[in-house]
C-alpha cells in the first residue's frame, strides 16, 4: 500500500521555524521525484519545493527562496522540508507528493502520482 505521511505541523509564531518530514512506503522511493506544496484558506495549492531521485537538483517557489529547504535521506524514505523565518503568508496545509516521470516538472501538480493528506501549519503574527 502506497503511503505518503506529513508530520512535523503545528503553531509556530512568525519569524520562527518548522521542519517537516514526510515519509514514504509502498514503492521504491528512490525512483521518485518528490515535491511540497500548499494550500492556503481559500486559495489554489501552490508548488512549494522540489528534490530529484537523488536530492542532486532542488527547485524551490520564489516565495520561500531563502527561507525554506529541502532534503531528503533515501536510506530512510523521508524527504524534509525545513521551514525557517517563517511569515503569516507562510500559513497553510503542507503536503508532499511523489512523481516517477523520467520527465520531471517540479511545480506540474498533474503529474504526481502519489499524495499526502498534509499537516497544517499555522504561523501567528
Known amino acids: 500500500q502506497v503511503q505518503l ?3 512535523g505541523g503545528g503553531l509556530v509564531q512568525a519569524g520562527g521555524s518548522l521542519r517537516l518530514s514526510c515519509a514514504a512506503s509502498g514503492f521504491t ?3 521518485y521525484a518528490i515535491g511540497w506544496f500548499r494550500q492556503a484558506p481559500g486559495k489554489e495549492r501552490e508548488f512549494v519545493a522540489g528534490s530529484s531521485w ?3 537538483k532542488t527547485y524551490y517557489a520564489d516565495s520561500v527562496k531563502g527561507r525554506f529547504t529541502i532534503s531528503r535521506e533515501n536510506a530512510k524514505n523521508t524527504v524534509y522540508l525545513q521551514m525557517n523565518s517563517l511569515k503569516s503568508e507562510d500559513t497553510a496545509v503542507y503536503y508532499c507528493a511523489a512523481e516517477a516521470g523520467s520527465s520531471w516538472y517540479p511545480a506540474v501538480q498533474m503529474n504526481y502520482d502519489y ?3 498534509g499537516t497544517q ?3 501567528s503574527s
Open 115 to 117: 499524495w499526502g493528506q
Open 121 to 123: 501549519v499555522t504561523v
Open 5 to 7: 505521511v506529513e508530520s
Open 29 to 31: 522511493f528512490d525512483d
Open 54 to 56: 537523488s536530492g542532486s
